[in-house]
């Protein structure tokens, strides 16, 4: 059974970074698309970053501070996110599509303090 496990999550001010992983338990070429969502509490769970068709996608609030990255030979897909807000707390979901089946991650938590 596929899995993906994200980490990296913490506390940081505005204006910080932090960086998150995500590891997936088969070489990630095999999926159709991989990347980043994210939900805080009361909203609807968004698209933040993600690979797909050889290229990448971001929501416009996250694009020019947020990057994304992948290593192939460690299976793994990473967010790079600087110039964090406090619009950003929400806990961060790694999204795998195999065409066939989608498979999500834990979440890790990321706090932003004003």
């Known amino acids: 059974q596929v899995q993906v496990v994200e980490s990296g999550g913490g506390q940081v001010q505005a204006g910080g970074s932090l960086k998150l992983s995500c590891a997936a338990s088969?070489?990630?070429?095999?999926?159709?698309?991989m990347g980043w969502y994210r939900q805080a509490p009361g909203k609807r769970r968004e698209l933040v970053a993600t690979?797909?068709?050889?290229?990448?996608k971001y929501a416009d609030s996250m694009k020019g501070r947020f990057t994304i990255s992948r290593d192939n030979a460690k299976n793994t897909v990473y967010l790079q996110m600087n110039n964090l807000k406090p619009e950003d707390t929400a806990v961060y979901y790694c999204?795998?599509?195999?065409?066939?089946?989608?498979?999500w991650g834990q979440g890790t938590q990321v706090t932003v303090s004003s």
């Open positions: 690979f797909q068709g050889g290229g990448t």
């Open positions: 088969i070489s990630i070429s095999n999926f159709y698309a």
């Open positions: 999204n795998a599509d195999q065409g066939v089946d989608v498979t």
